[in-house]
């Protein structure tokens, strides 16, 4: 089972709101990742969460806030957005972040669009 | 700068035909190299990954490695209109703390 579990699959919401998008693995997997896609562009890496904890942020805005209550769990808060940041939201896992167990696999991504 | 680059095609081959993929990557201690296909609107999925010099087989689908010339590639034989998505090079480097490196990808279409 490599499954990713993201929900929402849309999110359409409004500049002054505030959402959550969340992110599920059950494969044992201590590296979890959100990643950004645009159109037409490769996926770039937002944060890395390794054994819970923040290895990597990506000089992303404070609007968007991750968090990992969990080894299981990944969610990416979301307040005061602006159009540009409508985009493909994919989590990713892998099982660490050497190089021999590096392998990511990607849920299905939640389609934000903000208003 | 670390930098993965991929002719962004398109690329388009008969069906039955081998489509070969190509990816040549910056960074020498580049030391994991994946593939992932892309649907347009779904997410990335997957197909192969290898970590040594020479060929990884699975199914229809083939990995080169040649970390001496800094290029990796896909081959998939006897293409399927269904192979038509684009095909994402990834590259992980020692000390990039699981920052996949990817590049933009090549559109492979796959004619009946």
């Known amino acids: 089972d490599t499954e990713v579990t993201q929900t929402p699959k849309h999110l359409v919401m409004g500049m002054t709101n505030k959402k959550s998008l969340k992110c599920e693995q059950h494969?044992?997997?201590?590296?979890m990742y959100w990643y950004k896609q645009k159109a037409k562009k490769p996926p770039e890496l937002m944060f890395v969460?390794?054994?819970?904890?923040?290895?990597i942020n990506e000089s992303v805005p404070s609007r968007f806030s991750p968090e990992c209550p969990n080894s299981s769990l990944l969610n990416l808060h979301l307040h005061a957005l602006q159009p540009e940041d409508s985009a493909l939201y994919l989590c990713?896992?892998?099982?660490?972040?050497?190089?021999?167990?590096?392998?990511?696999?990607f849920g299905q991504g939640t389609r934000l669009t903000v208003v | 700068q670390k930098e993965v680059e991929q002719n962004s095609g398109p690329l388009s081959v008969p069906e039955g035909a081998i489509a070969s993929l190509n990816c040549t990557y910056s960074d020498r201690g580049s030391q994991s190299f994946f593939w992932y296909r892309q649907y347009s609107g779904k997410s990335p999925e997957l197909i192969m990954f290898?970590?040594?010099?020479g060929d990884k087989e699975d199914g229809r689908f083939t990995a080169q490695l040649n970390k001496a010339s800094q290029y990796v590639s896909l081959l998939i034989r006897d293409s399927q209109p269904s192979d038509s998505a684009t095909y994402l090079c990834?590259?992980?480097?020692?000390?990039?703390?699981?920052?996949?490196?990817f590049g933009k990808g090549t559109k492979l279409s796959v004619k009946p």
């Open positions: 969460y390794s054994y819970e904890k923040l290895s």
């Open positions: 290898i970590y040594s010099n």
């Open positions: 990834a590259v992980w480097t020692i000390g990039s703390q699981g920052n996949l490196i």
């Open positions: 990713a896992s892998s099982q660490g972040s050497r190089a021999e167990n590096t392998e990511a696999f």
């Open positions: 494969m044992g997997h201590r590296a």
